[in-house]
């Protein structure tokens, strides 16, 4: 009984612990019995309820912490399931609601980011930037574009135009600018409707971004642009919410920045139309005071009038008797100046002859120092050869003998230099070339040239530089030295004792003897100046020689018994140099006691002409801007209205003392001894065009000496006749050569496709370096020519004949144009480097060679002028052939520089793809037979003039019926249609109503 008792004590303690919520408590008593299938049963409630409770607990505490993934993990049975459905349920409402809330703060919080990125005032550019910026970041994505509208003046072309971009790399699908019916940003903007798009290429890749979103932003049902965002993920719906969301916001946001910015526009033009308004009225207060003052002056001068009426009145009384008189006196002024008009006539007759005689002393002058350097080139040559006397079978007087030969020759070059510069002067067709000119280089050059010559003579030289003089001299440097390279020889020439002084300084006050008007007083003030005086203690000049010291070929002593010699054109030169440059030569001498020559030069020298090189206009005589043909020759005759002008590219011919009259060669004309009897195909030839039997001997030994087999013509037809039946592997050409000249041989051998190819190098003694190398000369050598540069000369022909792969820089950004170029371009030995930016084909030009560069005129929005600049002012740069390529009619900007640019490069400018091809041919020497077929049928249609003239229109006007006819047959057998007036009238009333070519 004491057993069932404790029993049952222990089971009701049992039942109270549970009652109490204690589930700790366990069975204490011992069950016998049947008693222990209760002691079991409770038991194994005790653990089941302790289970379900931790459950419960670990369940709400994981809920209460955020794990929304945290399930009921106890057996739960009974009434507790329902515990555990309550669960359940609320983890999973917690776990809904947790991320609706999450996705809420996510769309909030990149609002608000997003209007802290469009707070402030920013541009339209920077607002754009930070949008596209923030929006592609924030949702996660690889690439993020910003279009806004662009309206036309007249609202009906909308244009979509890109002004920001994020992560962006070259474009290759994306274009900068759409229409409102082009692409998928165009159809978002005229649908006003997002679009999504999934690019599925086999890309397998998962940073490349395949999905994109296009979508609008309105404002007030209007569109203000469209963002394209490209991501290599699928956007969730909530950040597609989120970019839907904020769209409006962006809209407001940019028609904001445009409100603001027309409004800070307007209020401008509204200041500005204020200060105007304002001035105005303040003319208009003026003009009235003006007016009113004018208004009191006018009554007083009416009461003036009046009484000087009575006056006159008088007064006409007594002219009255006068003007019978002055019309005595007038009949006796007609009688006179009928005897001035006479005269007159003839001062006017002699002034023609005058001038016609100073035109042929010119002439004569160029045309003579023309030839005279064709015998004196090779007498240069022969006598530096045996000087060098290579082979030592000459004694050591013929040696000296042969220096001697050299030594006058050159004098008797720069005797030659001297007369040419002469008539350029006299003529007025001296260039200058601006430059800043270092006047502390100055000196030291002057310092290190003269130094010696002081010593040799036992002289002593000093030169002074004031302290308050510019760094730099604005003016032509090679003519700078010219002068005071004279005053300094002279001055060393007639001083035998005593010292040689140059002063560089301010001037003080001069006194301008030599000219008319001072250049200070025409150009500025006396500080813009500055001095540069060569100080001597020499022979001095008698004052009545002073003057005479400057013409051309005059000394202060003539005649014959002289003591120093000289031919008197150095004074005469730099005198004129001198006005050139805006200056003057001042003479201050005794004899015997020295002499001091002052040249006054301007600090800056002032320009006329805003021309490539800065051609100025001071001196005496205008001058004209001359290209550079036969410069040597050039010399205009000048006209009652003033110097006729040479355009750049002009070539002045010179029809007096041609090569048969009184220079003709007086050895007899022998057979020409050159290798063409004995070439064989596989011989390395040259063929020489050169009508100077001794200077082509010379060339043809030198080519021997380099494995060349010669070929001599000594006239251009001749040359013409073996180049077309020899085919030699180069060319040198002379310029001024019989039958026709070596203009006319070159443009005939470019113009044959058997010879194009064949390179040509000039040697002639005249310098038109850049038009040959325009026809595609390889090079250019000025005669006389030491035997140093012909060996330079026939170098760069080696060099050449050596490259077989041509190397061709293309200048385009635009791809189907590149295409274009490269297709016209390509072939075999040609390689092609590809530039679509200006600062990479300098980059390209400074770090290898090129043979020829295509520029496409229109890259980087028609800034290819800006490339074209840069080539010209670089150094190195300026030699290599460029073929501007426009298929569209150039700007007056654009034309003017190219006129400047030819000048200093060798450019052309074309509009077709014949033409480019053709050009590009050339300058490659690529030989015709080996193009495809297209290309040579391309050529042949650019060298046929036949077919250049085919169904063109011409306007004949003429009133003599025999010379239209005439001219119509011949034009009509050339499939022309011709148009004809018999006066300037018709014509005139003939241009409006047809297109005509200009003939």
């Known amino acids: 009984m004491s057993n069932q008792r404790q029993v049952i004590e222990d089971i009701v303690q049992v039942s109270q612990g549970l009652a109490q919520g204690i589930l700790s408590i366990s069975s204490q008593a011992e069950y016998q019995g049947d008693f222990v299938?209760?002691?079991?049963?409770?038991?194994?409630?005790?653990?089941?309820?302790?289970?379900?409770?931790?459950?419960?607990?670990?369940?709400?505490?994981?809920?209460?912490?955020?794990?929304?993934?945290?399930?009921?993990?106890?057996?739960?049975?009974?009434d507790f399931v329902q515990i555990k459905n309550a669960l359940e349920t609320a983890a999973v409402k917690l776990a809904a609601t947790t991320k609706q809330n999450a996705s809420q703060d996510w769309l909030k919080t990149g609002q608000n980011q997003l209007n802290d990125q469009m707070s402030g005032e920013p541009n339209l550019v920077e607002l754009t930037y930070n949008l596209v910026s923030f929006l592609t970041l924030y949702l996660e994505a690889q690439i993020g574009l910003c279009y806004l509208v662009e309206d036309s003046a007249n609202h009906h072309n909308r244009r979509l135009k890109l002004t920001a971009s994020y992560a962006q790399a070259r474009r290759k699908n994306l274009a900068d600018e759409f229409e409102f019916s082009e692409g998928l940003v165009g159809r978002a903007a005229r649908e006003q409707k997002s679009l999504l798009i999934t690019i599925d290429a086999g890309l397998e890749e998962e940073t490349v971004p395949r999905h994109l979103i296009v979508i609008p932003f309105i404002y007030e049902n209007t569109v203000k642009g469209v963002v394209l965002i490209a991501s290599s993920e699928v956007l969730t719906e909530i950040q597609r919410d989120f970019i839907h969301q904020v769209m409006p916001s962006i809209g407001i946001a940019v028609n904001s920045v445009e409100s603001r910015t027309k409004m800070q526009e307007l209020l401008q033009q509204t200041q500005i139309q204020a200060q105007e308004l304002q001035s105005q009225q303040e003319e208009l207060q003026q003009s009235n005071e003006e007016l009113q003052s004018q208004s009191e002056e006018l009554q007083s001068q009416s009461e003036e009038l009046q009484s000087q009426a009575e006056e006159l009145?008088?007064?006409?009384?007594?002219?009255?008797?006068?003007?019978?008189?002055?019309?005595?006196?007038?009949?006796?002024?007609?009688?006179?100046?009928?005897?001035?008009?006479?005269?007159?006539?003839?001062?006017?007759?002699?002034?023609?002859?005058?001038?016609?005689?100073?035109?042929?002393?010119?002439?004569?002058?160029?045309?003579?120092?023309?030839?005279?350097?064709?015998?004196?080139?090779?007498?240069?040559?022969?006598?530096?050869?045996?000087?060098?006397?290579k082979k030592g079978n000459l004694t050591d007087k013929q040696v000296e003998y042969a220096r001697t030969i050299h030594s006058a020759g050159s004098d008797l070059l720069t005797l030659i230099n001297d007369i040419l510069d002469l008539s350029k002067v006299e003529?007025?067709?001296?260039?200058?070339?601006?430059?800043?000119?270092p006047l502390a280089e100055l000196v030291a050059i002057l310092e290190h040239k003269f130094r010696h010559v002081a010593e040799e003579k036992g002289l002593t030289f000093n030169l002074m530089v004031a302290e308050n003089l510019p760094p730099f001299v604005k003016t032509d440097a090679q003519k700078l030295h010219q002068i005071i390279n004279n005053l300094l020889s002279n001055a060393?020439?007639?001083?035998?004792?005593?010292?040689?002084?140059?002063?560089?300084?301010?001037?003080?006050?001069?006194?301008?003897?030599?000219?008319?008007?001072?250049?200070?007083?025409?150009?500025?003030?006396?500080?813009?100046?500055?001095?540069?005086?060569?100080?001597?203690?020499?022979?001095?000049i008698p004052k009545e020689k002073q003057q005479l010291i400057f013409e051309a070929f005059q000394q202060v002593d003539g005649t014959t018994s002289r003591r120093y010699g000289g031919t008197g054109l150095g004074l005469s030169i730099s005198r004129q140099l001198a006005k050139l440059l805006g200056g003057d030569i001042q003479l201050h001498s005794e004899e015997g006691k020295g002499s001091t020559f002052t040249l006054y030069l301007p600090e800056t020298l002032e320009t006329r002409n805003s021309g490539v090189n800065g051609f100025t206009s001071f001196g005496v005589q205008e001058f004209s801007l001359s290209g550079g043909k036969d410069s040597e020759a050039s010399v205009a005759s000048q006209t009652d209205e003033g110097l006729t002008p040479i355009t750049a590219g002009e070539r002045i011919e010179t029809p007096s003392f041609q090569k048969t009259g009184f220079l003709e060669r007086s050895e007899d004309i022998a057979d020409i001894a050159d290798d063409r009897e004995s070439l064989k195909p596989e011989d390395k030839s040259i063929l020489i065009v050169e009508d100077d039997r001794k200077f082509s001997n010379i060339l043809m030994e030198i080519a021997r000496e380099k494995n060349f087999k010669c070929i001599i013509a000594e006239d251009g037809r001749t040359g013409l006749h073996l180049a077309e039946q020899y085919k030699p592997n180069a060319i040198i050409l002379d310029i001024g050569l019989p039958q026709l000249d070596g203009w006319t041989v070159m443009e005939r051998l470019k113009d044959n496709p058997d010879t194009r190819h064949i390179p040509v190098h000039f040697m002639s003694a005249s310098d038109q370096s850049m038009d040959a190398k325009k026809m595609g000369a390889i090079g250019y050598l000025l005669k006389p020519a030491s035997m140093e540069q012909l060996g330079t000369a026939f170098h760069s022909i080696e060099q050449f004949l050596a490259q077989t792969v041509k190397n061709v820089l293309v200048v385009a950004d635009n791809e189907p144009r590149q295409q274009n170029i490269l297709d016209l371009v390509k072939g075999e030995n040609i390689q092609i480097t590809l530039a679509i930016t200006k600062a990479v084909a300098l980059e390209h030009l400074q770090m290898r060679s090129f043979d020829c560069v295509i520029l496409d005129m229109d890259i980087e929005q028609k800034s290819g002028c800006q490339l074209l600049e840069q080539m010209q002012n670089q150094e190195g740069l300026c030699q290599i052939p460029l073929i501007v390529y426009a298929d569209h009619e150039l700007t007056t900007s654009e034309e003017t520089l190219l006129q400047q640019c030819a000048d200093s490069l060798p450019v052309k400018s074309v509009r077709s793809p014949e033409r480019l091809l053709d050009e590009a041919t050339l300058f490659l020497h690529q030989i015709a037979a080996n193009l495809p077929k297209e290309k040579r049928n391309m050529l042949r249609m650019v060298h046929d003039k036949a077919a250049i003239l085919r169904k063109k229109r011409v306007l004949i006007v003429d009133d003599d019926v025999r010379n239209v006819f005439a001219l119509a047959t011949v034009l009509e057998d050339k499939d022309m249609e011709v148009v004809c007036a018999q006066n300037g009238y018709e014509a005139l009333a003939l241009l409006p109503t047809r297109t005509l070519p200009l003939f």
């Not at 209760?38 to 369940?59: F, G, N, P, S, Y």
């Not at 505490?61 to 955020?66: P, R, T």
């Not at 067709?429 to 000119?437: G, S």
């Open 37 to 78: 299938q209760i002691k079991d049963a409770l038991e194994t409630a005790l653990t089941d309820l302790r289970r379900v409770i931790e459950d419960i607990v670990q369940v709400s505490q994981g809920l209460a912490e955020g794990d929304q993934n945290i399930t009921p993990q106890a057996d739960y049975r009974g």
């Open 492 to 540: 060393f020439k007639f001083t035998t004792e005593g010292e040689v002084k140059v002063t560089v300084q301010r001037p003080k006050s001069p006194q301008w003897p030599l000219s008319q008007r001072s250049p200070i007083s025409q150009t500025g003030s006396e500080g813009d100046f500055i001095a540069i005086s060569v100080t001597e203690t020499g022979i001095g």
């Open 313 to 389: 009145r008088q007064t006409n009384e007594a002219l009255e008797a006068r003007t019978q008189a002055l019309e005595r006196q007038q009949d006796d002024i007609r009688e006179k100046n009928l005897a001035l008009e006479k005269t007159q006539q003839v001062m006017e007759a002699k002034a023609q002859e005058l001038e016609l005689a100073s035109k042929y002393k010119s002439e004569f002058l160029a045309n003579m120092s023309h030839e005279l350097r064709t015998p004196l080139n090779s007498l240069l040559i022969l006598a530096q050869l045996l000087a060098d006397n």
């Open 427 to 437: 003529a007025g067709k001296m260039e200058v070339n601006l430059d800043d000119v």
